[in-house]
């Protein structure tokens, strides 16, 4: 069993299976999520002796890079108990299987159960404490064979998602993904930016007679675009500005943002900064796409 989350084995390996299982109240439902937005195919409360089937069904529709996770737990009722052996037939396949448990202390289980007002599943005619203690009696076992165990007590859920980022996650998955987003602010500012800048004070090549008809992916355009001082100066201090925003982004579990960049009518200087500037952001490590949304409008 590894306790430690960050010794499990790397991510991007064919024929992937994550069983989740552990107390209630402790997280299996973020856990699930955080692998959905992944893009793993989860299957939530299944008798585990399907586990298998779906799986090979999974497999068949897209191939050997199936990354299939599913939720087991005492809800399954009697079928539960067989969970054992499908783990055991499991891991004597050429499959992955990661079986991961999830549990937490006593007082923040009653914590959330309280918060939630909901009874907990096990506890019967008796208090939500009894049904906790009854739970882990009947999950010993598993905690014990499982290859990851996380005590989520100290953890709130966008922690827990980080931490199924980091674990499950591959590399790409685990870095932040920015779109660089060029637009003409006469066909309206774009609803999905986060950050929106306006750049109208370069210089426009639009007036330049040998500079009109190409765009700002030409190196003739960047050039005057980039060679004006205000523009030099505006990138500089943009990157200055937006590198602690990003860095905060990633430690609050943001995985996505659209950083745009308008101009009159999106064809010149706006383009050429967002080159300019999603080029810079990947040479300091993050994801970036760039994306020209009116280029092309005119």
């Known amino acids: 069993m590894q306790d430690d989350p960050s010794t499990a084995p ?6 992937d299976i994550v069983i989740i299982t552990g107390l209630a109240g402790a997280g299996r439902e973020t856990a699930a999520h955080a692998l959905e937005d992944m ?16 799986y090979e069904l999974r497999a068949s529709a897209v191939g050997r890079e199936n990354r299939f ?23 004597r396949s050429d499959l992955r299987l990661r079986l991961l448990f999830l549990t937490a202390d006593e007082s ?12 907990h599943p096990l506890q019967g005619e008796e208090g939500v404490l009894e049904g906790i203690r009854r739970e882990r ?12 165990v996380i005590d989520t007590s100290p953890l709130n859920v966008h922690q827990l998602t980080m931490k199924m980022r980091s674990v499950f996650g591959t590399s790409e998955e685990q870095r932040l993904t920015v779109t660089m987003l060029s637009f ?12 929106v800048s306006d750049v109208r004070f370069i210089p426009n090549p639009y007036w330049v007679p040998e500079l009109k008809p190409l765009r700002g992916t030409d190196r003739e355009v960047s050039d005057f675009v980039l060679g004006d001082a205000n523009a030099g100066e505006f990138v500089g201090k943009y990157l200055e500005m937006i590198t602690p925003v990003l860095r905060g982004y990633s430690a609050e579990n943001k995985h996505f943002t659209t950083l745009a960049i308008g101009c009159t009518g999106g064809k010149h200087r706006s383009v050429a900064v967002a080159e300019n500037l999603g080029d810079q952001l990947r040479s300091a490590g993050y994801a970036v796409r760039i994306r020209h949304r009116d280029l092309g409008r005119e």
């Open 10 to 15: 790397p991510s991007d390996a064919t024929g």
């Open 69 to 91: 996770a599913v939720v087991v737990d005492p809800r399954s009722g009697p079928f539960f108990s067989e969970l054992s052996d499908v783990v055991a037939d499991l891991r």
């Open 184 to 195: 003409g602010f006469k066909y309206g500012i774009p609803l999905e930016a986060d950050h």
């Open 137 to 148: 009696e009947m999950l010993a076992p598993y905690r014990r064979m499982a290859d990851l």
């Open 39 to 54: 893009g793993w195919y989860v299957v939530y409360n299944i008798a585990p002796q399907l586990i298998i089937t779906l």
């Open 108 to 119: 923040t289980l009653v914590r959330r159960f309280d918060s939630v007002r909901r009874p």
